[in-house]
């Protein structure tokens, strides 16, 4: 079945720091990928998201790109900032299905 | 506009006890969708709603677990026989119709349900 596997956490960083939460996935077809951050106490929102192959989806800095051919969708920010620590869940959902999530990666960023 | 919303925000309940938990989604769309959120577990899908209709109920774990939609529109989770492993939170989301668009539109979470079990 289909399936996410994303980089457990947590992971640490300074300030103005690169980021890459890795993520690949398994599916059948063309599954369209997201990529969902959760801030402390509050709820699930959509970060990026890419509904093919090559497509990059982009978002207050975070980038991600659909490679097909690595089944891979991984989340990179040049510089982070304190206030984007977070909870970070790559997703992908097929036609008229769920979204299947990966188990999270918490990222905490210190000035 | 309005987003999703839920409710109880927290419920505590007795082992045993039912439950019944409920989301209202963004008027319009016609997709809603139950998740649950536990430590252990991570984010896990319950059951699709297409209109009033359950075309996928596959991630209910048990037959305690059921769900409905009415109008369209607010859909109930109800737990019966309530267990200590149902502590969760569960999340309630919503979307344009997806069907037929390789699964492409945005869900919409409301902010959950926070149920525990003593």
């Known amino acids: 079945g289909n399936s996410v596997t994303q980089m457990e956490g947590p992971v640490t960083l300074s300030e103005e720091a690169f980021l890459t939460i890795n993520c690949t996935y398994t599916a059948t077809g063309y599954p369209s990928l997201f990529w969902y951050v959760q801030y402390p106490g509050e709820g699930l929102q959509l970060l990026l998201k890419a509904t093919k192959a090559d497509d990059k989806g982009s978002n207050k800095g975070f980038e991600a790109t659909y490679r097909k051919e690595t089944t891979s969708f991984h989340l990179e920010k040049g510089s982070v900032q304190v206030s984007d620590s977070a909870v970070y869940f790559c997703a992908l959902s097929q036609a008229g299905t769920a979204l299947i999530f990966g188990k999270g990666t918490t990222l905490s960023v210190s000035s | 506009g309005a987003g999703v919303s839920q409710s109880p925000s927290n419920k505590v309940t007795e082992k045993g006890k039912d439950v019944e938990l409920r989301c209202d989604p963004i008027s319009g769309h016609t997709a809603l969708y139950w998740y649950r959120q536990s430590l252990g577990q991570g984010l896990e899908f319950l059951i699709y709603?297409?209109?009033?209709?359950?075309?996928?109920k596959s991630g209910l774990p048990s037959d305690r677990f059921s769900a409905e939609r009415t109008g369209g529109s607010v859909s109930t989770l109800t737990i019966q026989r309530t267990q200590q492993e149902d502590s969760a939170v569960y999340l309630c989301?919503?979307?344009?119709?997806?069907?037929?668009?390789?699964?492409?539109?945005?869900?919409?979470f409301g902010p959950g349900t926070r149920l525990t079990v003593t």
């Open positions: 989301a919503s979307s344009l119709d997806q069907r037929g668009t390789s699964g492409s539109h945005e869900q919409y």
């Open positions: 709603f297409q209109g009033n209709s359950a075309p996928d």
